[in-house]
């Protein structure tokens, strides 16, 4: 174990609550400690622990200096993120680094970025739809519909920004919708960075013929930031500097070549540690030898998790399944993180079930499961889907997909009937 790892879990022993429970048995006086003796942690293992994930020291710091990031993700799973704002700029760090190496991105080149509701208490916080701060364009991505994107891509157009940040899926509305309405992009635009989504061949072509730009695919999770990176090869290299990441097949660690889960460490968090902690992911590692770029990471294949699910309107349109997303985020910003995991089941166009896991007082209290129905209801920021059928089911688990293995956050028998 180097001394950057043997650090931050040596802290988490003596410092974070529930590794001082999950490590009681283990010694952290020798730098010797094998680190592959250490146990493997879910997002469950944290969510339904006593013990608090948080640092002691975190009271003692000034909020100002704390970063919250809410994330959800193709998991389904709500969990709360805490960074120091130290610590959140070095994890980010290697990235920008390449950036601008390979890139000549700097962090004060204008960006377009895309942003979800903002919240002010129970309600939604009253802001402009594409919000201009110093060198960012900052695009409010809810409710889009096809005048909301072709305004929102004459502001980006006319912004003219050098570089932009977005999922896979939104880089292609906003290309169609580009192409449909003859929009000329402006020479200035010279990356995307694609993160978020599973990114496939068609769509980095399409992105490239509409912007004309270099574009690099980065893949990473809200717990620990970047966890690789794109080379010029387009291979994705493991950001060794500021994680540490393990693939297991059938409870061991995976072999060159093997597929598995991928598990993360994160070298940089002290305030909220994520140790040999599982993503939700699959992948396949082989040796940096294998790319040609001459990085030293070794090289990730992504295998699942990464896709973008969509809800099907009867006309035919689609709806990013991140509309839902975004309403449990509500309603655990307002109820305390009353929801654990979720899971939408689109039956017709406009019926749905809504499987939700709460903990075991909320299940027994009728009132509670109300108040959750009302908020989520009044939480949806897309018209079409407020004059939708919910019934809401209420679970202590959800199971994973027996053949995928991931637990899957829409199904879609709209799909399945073949419509």
Known sequence: MNKRMFDIVRYAKYNVPFYSNLYRDICFEEKEILFEKLPLVSKNNILNSEYSNVSFETGKIDSKRLINIPTSGSTGKCLKVIWRDSDY????????????KRYGIEPHDRLCCFFTNQY???????CDEVIIADNK?????????PQKLKII????????PRWMI??????????????ENKLKVNDNFKYIELTGEKLFANTRNLI????????????????????AYECECGNLHLMQECTYTELFHNGKKALYGEEGDIYVTSICNYIMPFIRYETGDRGILYPASSCSCGNKGDVLKLLTGRNSDWILNSDGSRINVCVFV??????NYIMDDVIRQFQIIQNDYDKFTVKLVVEDDIIEDEDEKV??????MQSLDQDSLRKAEYKFEFYNNIFPDEISRKHKLLINNVLSKGT
């Open 153 to 160: 891509c004459e502001r980006i157009i006319e912004f003219s």
């Open 326 to 331: 975004h309403a449990f985020e509500v309603i």
């Open 371 to 376: 108040s959750i129905g009302e908020l989520f």
């Open 89 to 100: 700029k070095n994890s980010l760090l290697p990235l920008w680094i390449l950036r601008k």
């Open 208 to 227: 490239q013929e509409v912007f004309n730009c270099t574009i690099a695919n980065q893949y990473g999770c809200n717990e620990v930031n970047s966890i």
């Open 166 to 179: 977005l999922q896979p899926s939104m880089a292609v509305m906003l290309c169609q919708c580009i192409k």
């Open 120 to 126: 002010n208490g129970r309600a939604i916080a009253k």
């Open 137 to 145: 364009m900052l695009i409010n991505k809810n409710n889009l519909n």
